[in-house]
């Protein structure tokens, strides 16, 4: 079992109704019916929210998605709609808050992967498959597929693991045309944001992404894209000067609290029922640094 080490009390706002208490995010509803999503600077390890957070962290996911959304404005649209705090909201919510469209969301992670790593790399050494797709014999961990893939994932509950699944099980579960209108979006937009990450030196090796449908007034829809973007939280980044296949690589991300928790030094047994316990300074310092240091080398922008 895992889950929140202390699940946190939902601030209260005058005209929020609060839904719901993710990993990292809070969401609301306005009284116009939009959805307000404000990034905590909560992080999430071996399928725990910890105790400990990473100042910072919640802008660091805010203003990234941002930056990317409009990197990507003319391949689909998102679900942004102001970055005004809602009238009585707390300060610290500042940027970090984003109100949003609200949308009849896709319950199926969408997934695009570039490397081999993590489960997908576990899937292929049993099967040399991904996802049902298969892959030339060879791989290692960290090695460049011949071609991005769409390998899906079910949508798992806080304390559970994502599970990957078949392209057939998400037409089955969603339709055909959605299938691959989602297949086609997701490729799209990594090689786009792969492309661009390249340019600064960072391998982008997967990265997952959310979506839902907006309804017109004539009933039609269209796809959004939703929640955080190439963020990494979502995505795996790579230095590509160190990039190096056949073992794990050097990532802008929260590995240093995934080592720490899987040393000695915490005396934390993962197998065990016991919550991972609260992070010593010098990690919580380096975890920031590196989500900083991720902002400025994709944006080019400092993030004082």
Same mark, same amino acid.
């Given at each position: 079992?895992?889950?929140?080490?202390?699940?946190?009390?939902?601030?209260?706002?005058?005209?929020?109704?609060?839904?719901?208490?993710?990993?990292?995010?809070?969401?609301?509803?306005?009284?116009?019916?939009?959805?307000?999503?404000?990034?905590?600077?909560?992080?999430?390890?071996?399928?725990?929210?910890?105790?400990?957070?990473i @100042?910072? !962290?919640?802008?660091?996911?805010?203003?990234?998605?941002?930056?990317?959304?409009?990197? *990507?404005?003319?391949?689909?649209?998102?679900?942004?709609?102001?970055?005004?705090?809602? @009238? =009585?909201?707390?300060?610290?919510?500042?940027?970090?808050t984003?109100?949003?469209?609200?949308?009849?969301?896709?319950?199926? &992670?969408?997934?695009?992967?570039? %490397?081999?790593?993590?489960? =997908?790399?576990?899937?292929?050494?049993?099967?040399?498959?991904?996802? =049902?797709?298969?892959?030339?014999?060879? *791989?290692?961990?960290?090695?460049?597929?011949?071609?991005?893939?769409f390998?899906?994932?079910? !949508?798992?509950?806080?304390?559970?693991?994502? &599970?990957?699944?078949?392209?057939?099980?998400?037409?089955?579960?969603?339709?055909? &045309?959605?299938?691959?209108?989602?297949?086609?979006?997701?490729?799209?937009? %990594?090689?786009?944001?792969?492309?661009?990450?390249?340019?600064?030196?960072?391998?982008?090796?997967?990265? !997952?992404?959310?979506?839902?449908?907006?309804t017109?007034?004539?009933?039609?829809?269209?796809l959004?894209?939703?929640? &955080?973007?190439?963020t990494?939280?979502?995505?795996?980044f790579?230095?590509? /000067?160190?990039?190096?296949?056949?073992?794990?690589?050097?990532?802008?991300?929260?590995?240093?609290?995934?080592?720490?928790?899987?040393?000695?030094?915490?005396?934390?047994?993962?197998?065990?029922?016991? @919550?991972?316990?609260?992070?010593?300074?010098?990690?919580?310092?380096?975890?920031? /640094?590196?989500?900083?240091?991720?902002?400025?080398?994709?944006? =080019?922008?400092?993030? /004082?």
């Amino acid at each position: 079992m895992s889950g929140f080490v202390e699940k946190p009390e939902p601030v209260q706002v005058p005209g929020l109704t609060h839904l719901h208490t993710g990993k990292v995010r809070d969401l609301y509803r306005n009284e116009a019916g939009d959805l307000v999503m404000v990034a905590s600077d909560r992080i999430s390890a071996f399928d725990w929210v910890l105790p400990t957070e990473i @100042p910072d !962290k919640g802008r660091v996911l805010t203003r990234l998605s941002l930056w990317w959304f409009d990197q *990507l404005a003319d391949l689909v649209p998102n679900h942004v709609l102001s970055t005004e705090l809602p @009238p =009585g909201a707390p300060a610290d919510w500042e940027g970090r808050t984003l109100i949003c469209t609200s949308l009849r969301m896709v319950e199926v &992670e969408c997934v695009a992967r570039g %490397y081999l790593t993590g489960s =997908g790399l576990v899937e292929y050494e049993a099967t040399r498959t991904v996802c =049902g797709i298969g892959l030339p014999e060879g *791989l290692v961990n960290g090695s460049e597929l011949p071609g991005a893939i769409f390998t899906p994932a079910t !949508k798992a509950a806080v304390g559970e693991h994502d &599970e990957n699944v078949s392209y057939e099980d998400v037409a089955r579960e969603v339709g055909v &045309e959605t299938a691959a209108l989602l297949r086609q979006t997701t490729l799209d937009v %990594y090689r786009r944001a792969r492309d661009i990450a390249h340019q600064r030196g960072i391998i982008l090796a997967d990265t !997952k992404f959310e979506f839902g449908f907006e309804t017109a007034e004539d009933g039609t829809e269209r796809l959004i894209i939703a929640d &955080e973007v190439l963020t990494p939280d979502s995505s795996r980044f790579w230095p590509a /000067a160190t990039w190096e296949p056949g073992r794990a690589q050097p990532s802008y991300d929260k590995q240093f609290v995934r080592d720490w928790l899987t040393s000695p030094a915490s005396g934390w047994d993962r197998a065990s029922e016991t @919550p991972p316990p609260a992070l010593p300074q010098e990690i919580v310092d380096a975890t920031r /640094a590196k989500y900083i240091e991720a902002f400025e080398v994709l944006t =080019g922008t400092n993030w /004082a």
